[in-house]
């Protein structure tokens, strides 16, 4: 598919703009909309019916109705299995109008949304539809009059909270579990990028997915999202975003009904390369990839480069050697490999954070700009800096955009505390030759993830989240079906 033709399907499609209630599609109850603004060019989308609190209200109603009625959760895990295959066979079919949807409300490569973004949704929807009737209870070590055993059931309600970054892939690793679970679902997407969560609403009422078991509310963070994050009848916030959002939604639960939070949050991953390491090209390779690849925008973006000393020089020029192929173009381009930052107040943001960095000491290597202001839309180029300290305000907070900070040091155990000096804590990597180092330092690391002699190993089959303040809860894998499901102990006392 060249340009021109994705350009020319761009024009003619259709984005949803209406909320999935009830198993109907409807405008905000206020008939209010809000701008869905494309950061290809800064041009409106389509205007997006823009929920509140009333429409929260009708969609956890909706939930709650189906939920108690058990349409949904009586189902045979046959059945159940099936209705979500059909939904992932469904996906597929409409992958391209997926993928297309998502490169236009968030500005990343169509080539990406492609082959990355919507076929990981669909895997995510496929795999937990595999494994809900895998997971087996257990029974208790009790005295022998009696039987205890220990099940775990549907939470009831579950608010999912999404952000801009991975849109539909984020929204579906919560949806997946929680509908595999047998829960009731209100999606919240983020107002940045609401279409495929919309397309996933309708597609999961054309699968068979019951009415009301998953609602999608379009709009505000501090209207819809807030709203439902504060509703009296909602049983769990699965939420993934910033920290500052995540603390929001736990202080609505204290204020509220207590509703159960699992929190994704941010990240400043670290990326150690030490000077034994095998092949500096595949780590100076990975480094680019860890900070550029989705444009920076991604939780676990390898954003501190801590490199021992002696190398330095010779690995930071290979960095900036691999770093020139994430030269932002038009994301509707096939041979784009990066794309436009999700709008114009988080391009702002984060040369905000390029400005602050110079001034506080850092020196620029690469990059450092604003690129492709013809377009109308929001471009960064790739930006390295030298002469990081681990004190400046780009080694602390978290960009989420295409800035990477380079730090040096020049002994193991300074690379290690250099590395949990911060109060993140979701991913790491390190990269030596050496065995024994590698598993010590990896044992010494304070992120729910370590990846060794590589970066963002991602898999299904592996629990994602973070230590400290990068949040708790965790998405992938069998662990992430424990924040769906309540843990019930039933005896028996023979008589
Ligand atoms: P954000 O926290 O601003 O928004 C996330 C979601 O929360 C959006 O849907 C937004 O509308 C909603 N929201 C905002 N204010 C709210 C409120 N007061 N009440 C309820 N909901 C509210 O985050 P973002 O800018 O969309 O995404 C970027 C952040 O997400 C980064 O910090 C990134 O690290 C994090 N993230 C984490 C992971 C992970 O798995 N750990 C994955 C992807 C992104």
């Known amino acids: ?295 920076g925008e991604i939780c676990n973006a390898a954003s501190r480069l801590l490199v021992e000393e002696k190398i330095k020089d010779e690995f930071l020029a290979k960095v900036v050697e691999k770093s020139a192929k994430y030269m932002p173009g038009d994301p509707l381009d096939p041979g784009s490999v990066a794309g436009a930052i999700v709008s114009e107040a988080q391009m702002k943001r984060v040369l905000g954070y390029v400005e602050k960095a110079k001034a506080e000491g850092a020196t620029l290597a690469k990059g450092g700009n604003r690129i492709r202001t013809e377009s109308g839309g929001y471009y960064i180029e790739p930006t390295v800096f030298d002469k990081v300290a681990n004190t400046h305000t780009l080694a602390r907070e978290e960009v989420f955009g295409p800035v990477l900070g380079v730090i040096t040091f020049k002994a193991e155990e300074e690379a290690v505390r250099l590395a949990n000096d911060t109060v993140y804590g979701l991913a790491s990597g390190l990269w030596t030759a050496n065995i024994s180092r590698a598993h010590r330092v990896a044992r010494e690391l304070r992120t729910g993830l370590v990846w060794i002699n590589g970066w963002d190993a991602c898999d299904i089959t592996v629990p994602f989240g973070g230590a400290k303040q990068s949040g708790f809860g965790r998405d992938r894998s069998l662990h992430a079906l424990e924040k769906y499901t309540e843990l019930k102990g039933i005896s028996i006392t023979y008589g």
Not at 72 to 90: C, D, G
Not at 133 to 157: H, M, Q
Request: charged share 25%; hydrophobic share 45%.
């Open 1 to 295: 598919m060249t340009l021109q033709k994705n350009i020319d399907r761009a024009s003619s499609i259709k984005l949803p703009t209406e909320a999935v209630i009830g198993g109907k599609l409807v405008a905000a109850k206020s008939g209010k909309t809000f701008a869905n603004v494309g950061p290809r060019d800064g041009k409106t989308l389509n205007l997006v019916a823009e929920g509140d609190a009333a429409d929260i209200d009708a969609a956890v109603a909706a939930a709650r109705a189906s939920f108690e009625d058990k349409r949904w959760r009586s189902k045979t895990p046959r059945e159940k299995k099936r209705i979500m295959f059909k939904l992932a066979e469904l996906m597929e079919r409409d992958l391209e109008e997926l993928a297309m949807l998502e490169t236009l409300d968030m500005g990343k490569p169509i080539s990406d949304t492609r082959a990355i973004d919507i076929p990981t949704a669909i895997n995510s929807i496929r795999w937990y539809a595999e494994a809900l009737d895998k997971v087996y209870g257990e029974v208790a070590t009790t005295p022998s009059e009696r039987l205890s055993f220990i099940v775990r059931e549907p939470l009831g309600v579950v608010g999912a909270i999404v952000p801009w970054n991975f849109p539909l892939h984020m929204a579906c690793w919560k949806v997946a579990p929680a509908l595999a679970a047998g829960n009731s679902i209100v999606l919240k997407p983020a107002e940045q990028s609401p279409s495929t969560a919309l397309k996933l609403g309708a597609l999961a009422l054309e699968a068979g997915v019951p009415d009301g078991v998953l609602n999608v509310v379009p709009g505000y963070g501090e209207g819809a999202g807030q709203a439902l994050a504060r509703h009296m009848d909602v049983d769990l916030i699965a939420f993934t975003g910033s920290g500052e959002v995540g603390r929001k939604l736990m202080a609505y639960s204290g204020e509220s009904n207590l509703k159960r939070v699992a929190l994704e949050l941010g990240g400043k991953s670290p990326q150690i390369v030490f000077a034994d390491a095998e092949n500096l090209d595949a780590a100076a390779e990975a480094a680019a990839w860890g900070i550029f690849f989705n444009q």
